[in-house]
């Protein structure tokens, strides 16, 4: 389907005051042609039912005038042929009996920009009356797509919730209302479903041993890590998907990330562990640094001379005191060691 633009035909003033005079017209003939009948005139019976016809039928051509406001078009059809759209802002008059299409129009998404002007009364089982706003316009406008957070598996095999916005729009409105049954509900399933796709490649944190580029190399690619690379592969996998739905992706970016909850409460034990790891490697490498200079110290400037064994003693003390986790708390020895 190729989009055709109908920007030729902004003449809809001109048409509406032609209508106003036209109406003006048939009023006075009405009147005119009344009176003349009352009075036996066959051109009186004339013009009386050429001004009944006028003002009967004089609304039809009103029908083909829209108003288009900036970012917003309309895909019009006729008789079930699609004729062209209308997309820059203006006062248009088109063919009265043009049906505008749009299969979106009261769909509602988590979504920026879904609003709508027109009504449609809707009753429901319990015979609840409630009023459903639509309108038949596409609107042009950046939007912003925010769908429900997915669990999903990592690739390994972990649990996470992740949600993403994904900020879009129209580029094509023959491709978004002829392509695809309905562009607003196949942009939130595309966007869920590579969104799974793109999500299973990597694991949360960094993990040895896992290739996420597909390079058949092991790297440091992670969900948390690497946020901006797989919101832009995301990107690409959506628009990939939504090309032939006239839709153009500006952005996609991670809004929620954390481990599902059945195994937050472990995870976070595990990441509490491995901190508490990695500050002991760091403490222990510190302490024998620490120790290494004493002893050099003293033995630079011959303070006190010590055997191996009390060397081995000191070294004793002096860890236990720098990698303890609580305040020393020393023991004078008034005695001999041996």
């Not at 009405?30 to 051109?43: C, E, K, N």
């Not at 009023?131 to 690739?155: A, F, W, Y």
């Not at 490649?201 to 969900?223: C, F, H, M």
């Not at 191996?308 to 020895?333: F, I, T």
Request: overall charge neutral.
């Amino acid at each position: 389907m190729t989009e055709k633009l109908l920007n030729g035909k902004k003449n809809g003033m001109a048409v509406l005051l032609g209508l106003i005079v036209l109406y003006l017209l048939g009023i006075l003939a009405t009147v005119f042609g009344g009176i003349l009948a009352d009075s036996g005139s066959a051109a009186g019976v004339v013009l009386l039912v050429l001004g009944i016809l006028i003002v009967s039928l004089g609304w039809l051509p009103a029908l083909g005038l829209k108003i288009i406001k900036p970012q917003e078009a309309l895909v019009l059809t006729l008789f079930g042929k699609y004729i062209g759209s209308l997309k820059e802002p203006g006062f248009y008059f088109v063919n009265p009996f043009c049906v505008a299409v749009n299969p979106a129009a009261n769909t509602k998404l988590n979504q920026s920009g879904d609003v709508t002007t027109s009504r449609r009364l809707t009753v429901s089982s319990n015979g609840n009356v409630s009023v459903e706003q639509g309108s038949k316009k596409l609107s042009l406008k950046i939007m912003t797509l925010n769908n429900n957070r997915q669990k999903i598996n990592d690739c390994l095999g972990n649990p996470i919730e992740i949600g993403i916005a994904v900020t879009w729009q129209i580029v094509d409105t023959a491709k978004a209302v002829f392509n695809v049954d309905n562009y607003k509900e196949y942009l939130s399933l595309q966007c869920d479903s590579a969104l799974r796709n793109i999500v299973r490649l990597y694991p949360y944190d960094i993990a040895p041993n896992v290739d996420t580029t597909g390079d058949g190399v092991a790297d440091d690619g992670s969900l948390r890590g690497s946020s901006e690379l797989v919101a832009s592969r995301i990107r690409d996998e959506i628009q990939e998907r939504v090309t032939e739905a006239g839709i153009r992706i500006l952005e996609a970016r991670i809004t929620y990330l954390a481990y599902a909850t059945e195994i937050a409460a472990v995870m976070l034990q595990r990441q509490q562990a491995s901190a508490i790891i990695d500050a002991r490697k760091m403490i222990v490498d510190g302490a024998v640094g620490m120790v290494e200079m004493a002893l050099e110290r003293l033995s630079e400037k011959n303070t006190v001379q010590l055997d191996e064994e009390r060397k081995a003693a000191m070294v004793s003390n002096l860890l236990v005191v720098l990698c303890g986790n609580h305040d020393a708390q020393p023991v004078v020895n008034s005695g001999s060691l041996y």
